[in-house]
C-alpha cells in the first residue's frame, strides 16, 4: 500500500506557473508508475502525465505537451509536475495516482490502484 499527498495548488494568472508535488511513503519508490490526472467540473477525470518511478520513462496528454513537465527525486519519494503557460482549460482538481506494478505507459485511471486527496488548481484570465 502507497499514501499520497498532493501539494501546490493555488490560483493563478493565465500564463503563469504552478508547481505540484506528490509524496509517496508506505513502500519503497521503486517497480512502478505514478501519474497526474485532473478533473474539471462536470467532465470525467483525464490523464495528464505519467513517470516510472526510475524517473527513466515519461509520457504526457497531448494537451499539455511542451507545457507541462513530469519529473521525480528518487531520494524524497516524490514526483512533481512543473506546468507552464497555463490557461484557463487547466482549471481542474489535480489528483497524483500510483500504479501496483510496472505499468509504465499507462494512461487510465483504472490502471492506477492508489489515489491522493487532490489539490485545485485555477486558472484565471
Known amino acids: 500500500q502507497v499514501q499520497l499527498v498532493e501539494s501546490g495548488g493555488g490560483l493563478v494568472q493565465a500564463g503563469g506557473s504552478l508547481r505540484l508535488s506528490c509524496a509517496a511513503a508506505g513502500r519503497s519508490f521503486s517497480g512502478y508508475a505514478m501519474g497526474w490526472f485532473r478533473q474539471a467540473p462536470g467532465k470525467e477525470r483525464e490523464f495528464v502525465a505519467g513517470?516510472?518511478?526510475?524517473?527513466?520513462?515519461?509520457w504526457y496528454a497531448d494537451s499539455v505537451k511542451g507545457r507541462f513537465t513530469i519529473f521525480s527525486d528518487h531520494a524524497l519519494s516524490t514526483v512533481y509536475l512543473q506546468m507552464n503557460s497555463l490557461t484557463s482549460e487547466d482549471t481542474a482538481v489535480y489528483y497524483c495516482?500510483?500504479?501496483?506494478?510496472?505499468?509504465?505507459?499507462?494512461?487510465?485511471?483504472?490502471?492506477?490502484?492508489?489515489w491522493g486527496q487532490g489539490t485545485q488548481v485555477t486558472v484565471s484570465s
Open positions: 513517470i516510472s518511478t526510475s524517473g527513466s520513462n515519461t
Open positions: 495516482a500510483a500504479t501496483t506494478g510496472p505499468r509504465y505507459g499507462s494512461r487510465r485511471s483504472s490502471e492506477y490502484s492508489y
